[in-house]
């Protein structure tokens, strides 16, 4: 069973940064893709940054320019790094990994860290 768990949240001032960190105990080179995403109070989990295998992002429009998703298979780690932070970017941050095997997809989930943009 894989698990992913992530660190880096706390509570920022607008206009700062913060870094998360997702580990994984499987290795990361055996999912087709790792993102992040995120629930506000009295939302729906929204997806914020994806990274294929290959290493191609993708990003939710509302991120576009402010965030970067990366990974270090070395250290089986995806990172967020989230710059010019905005109060509408309070949320629990949760990272995601999916692995096909043949014609299913497996989801794995981390427990989520919770990111507070404030003054």
Same mark, same amino acid.
């Given at each position: 069973? *894989?698990?992913?768990?992530?660190?880096?949240?706390?509570? *920022?001032?607008?206009?700062?940064?913060?870094?998360?960190?997702?580990?994984?105990?499987?290795?990361? *080179?055996?999912?087709?893709?790792?993102?992040?995403?995120?629930?506000?109070?009295?939302?729906?989990?929204?997806?914020?940054?994806?990274?294929?295998?290959?290493?191609?992002?993708?990003?939710?429009?509302?991120?576009?320019?402010?965030?970067?998703?990366?990974?270090?298979?070395?250290?089986?780690?995806?990172?967020?790094?989230?710059?010019?932070?905005?109060?509408?970017?309070?949320?629990?941050?949760?990272?995601?990994?999916?692995?096909?095997?043949?014609?299913?997809?497996?989801?794995?989930?981390?427990?989520?860290?919770?990111?507070?943009?404030?003054?």
């Amino acid at each position: 069973q *894989v698990q992913l768990v992530e660190s880096g949240g706390g509570l *920022v001032q607008p206009g700062g940064s913060l870094r998360l960190s997702c580990a994984s105990s499987g290795s990361v *080179v055996s999912f087709s893709a790792m993102g992040w995403y995120r629930q506000a109070p009295g939302k729906q989990r929204e997806l914020v940054a994806t990274v294929t295998s290959g290493g191609t992002p993708n990003y939710a429009d509302s991120v576009t320019g402010r965030f970067t998703i990366s990974r270090d298979n070395a250290k089986n780690t995806v990172y967020l790094q989230m710059n010019s932070l905005k109060s509408e970017d309070t949320a629990v941050y949760y990272c995601n990994a999916q692995k096909k095997i043949l014609l299913s997809t497996i989801t794995y989930w981390g427990q989520g860290t919770q990111v507070t943009v404030s003054s």
